[in-house]
């Protein structure tokens, strides 16, 4: 009867003769597998079987909606990806000062014009919906 740890040639069990195999337990529940021996040295190898490893993602999954904030939430405290009007503002300004570089290129960038006008055009709407 094979012991935990104990380490075995793959052909012996059925497996790829080239590759050493270990006994190992699940931590959780007990089932016992082989488990190639490299994957035990990895810094994430939690020993825990598919079926514990499944339960454990789904449990740090809906806890994790549970921690989330609410979208309105995140727009009222300011978190996340919104940006004040004097970002805002500095960025209207970056995306200008490279529109002027393009336009003064010796050659010609007309998509590249147009996807500039387009972001500039874009954060003056969201600027302009914050003053109101």
């Not at 488990?35 to 040295?41: A, D, T």
């Not at 079987?49 to 609410?70: P, V």
Request: charged share 35%.
């Amino acid at each position: 009867m094979t012991q935990v740890d104990d380490c075995i040639r793959g052909d012996r069990i059925g497996k790829r003769a080239n590759d050493w195999y270990v006994w190992v337990m699940c931590p959780e529940c007990g089932v016992k597998r082989w488990v190639l021996r490299w994957h035990i040295k990895l810094p994430n190898f939690t020993g825990l079987c598919l079926a514990c490893n499944a339960r454990r993602n789904i449990k740090n999954r809906l806890k994790g909606k549970e921690d989330r904030m609410k979208k309105e939430d995140r727009m009222k405290e300011g978190v996340g990806s919104m940006k004040t009007e004097e970002q805002i503002r500095e960025e209207i300004a970056r995306q200008e000062r490279t529109l002027t570089m393009v336009k003064e290129a010796t050659f010609p960038m007309p998509v590249k014009e147009a996807a500039i006008e387009a972001s500039i055009n874009a954060l003056k709407w969201v600027l302009d919906g914050k003053e109101e």
